[in-house]
């Protein structure tokens, strides 16, 4: 039974590993394993540790191949400490993303905050009314004459500030998930940009519902291209 798990194990890593490198988009699941991949793939080295002190060769040499694939894809992500020589070449643009706390007073000082940044796109989570309208009285508008928020059906909810040329500014709805998105100019390449705000799967009766809107955001980006 012990070498049945451990085989199981390291075929789920590699399955996740080698999804990374295809580069493959899939559903909810999935993007959660790639996401904890450095956590996920400690199964592969844990089984090899297992089958090696068990004498199980078959095992041991499946256990070797997940672990290796495993580090493999972790690897370079850990070493490199320079950016790929392509980046030196290719157009950039700042995004500043915070969630600003619908229970905050600070309302000032989110606006403070934001300026501060000096970001070409700005993208905050949980914001009010009243954080909106110290943006306001900040000088927002002017700096950031393209902006979107969620509409208040909540207290609180989404919104995105951009002094790019911006173009398809909307709020994309489709349940269980809305987000506002704008598409901006970069170098004269089209760049989609959403407020994502994922409900908490720790929340009673979360996951499911977590899971769906990684489903629906999966599907969004895809369309996007």
């Given at each position: ?24 988009i899939g559903n909810a699941p999935l993007i959660a394993a790639q996401g904890a991949l450095p956590i996920v793939g400690l199964a592969a080295p844990h089984a090899l540790a297992l089958a090696v ?75 009010t009314p009243d954080q909106r309208a110290a943006l306001r009285a900040a000088g927002a508008d002017s700096l950031y004459p393209h902006q979107i928020h969620s509409d208040d059906r909540e207290l ?70």
């Open positions: 039974m012990l070498d049945v798990g451990s085989i199981l194990a390291c075929v789920a890593v590699l399955v996740v590993v080698g999804s990374v490198f295809a580069g493959v002190s068990r004498r199980r060769r078959f095992t041991s040499a499946v256990a070797l191949f997940a672990s290796v694939a495993f580090v493999a894809a972790l690897l370079p992500q850990a070493v490199g400490a320079q950016p790929p020589s392509w980046t030196d070449r290719a157009d950039t643009f700042s995004v500043y993303a915070a969630n600003v706390r619908y229970d905050s007073d600070r309302d000032a000082d989110v606006a403070e905050a934001v300026l501060a940044a000096d970001a070409d796109v700005v993208v905050l989570n949980e914001i609180y909810g989404e919104m995105i500030l951009s002094r790019l040329d911006t173009g398809d500014i909307r709020e994309e709805w489709r349940e269980p998930l809305g987000t506002p998105a704008v598409t901006v100019e970069v170098g004269g390449s089209a760049v989609r940009v959403y407020a994502v705000h994922l409900q908490s799967p720790d929340e009673p009766g979360g996951r499911r519902p977590w899971l769906e809107q990684f489903d629906v955001l999966g599907d969004l980006v895809g369309e996007a291209g």
